[in-house]
């Protein structure tokens, strides 16, 4: 008996662990896409974001552009 008690609680306490990293990693996953709205909205200008970072319209443009034949 001791060992099944053992096992379940055990088992459970994996659980929760692994509950409470899924739900730190959605409330990062909600802030980051919270942050990059908010830097949507504080330029007025089209932006995409380019390896991590916002880049405006006007930057993009002015970056040597690949040519293809």
Known sequence: MISIHD???????????????????????AQMEEEFRQELLNKNEYCICLEGEMVSEKDILSRSMEENY
Do not use: G, Q, V
Request: aromatic content about 26%; hydrophobic content about 40%; overall charge neutral.
């Open 7 to 29: 096992y379940l609680k055990n088992s459970y306490n994996e659980k929760k662990e692994w509950l409470a990293e899924s739900i730190a990693f959605f409330k990062d996953f």
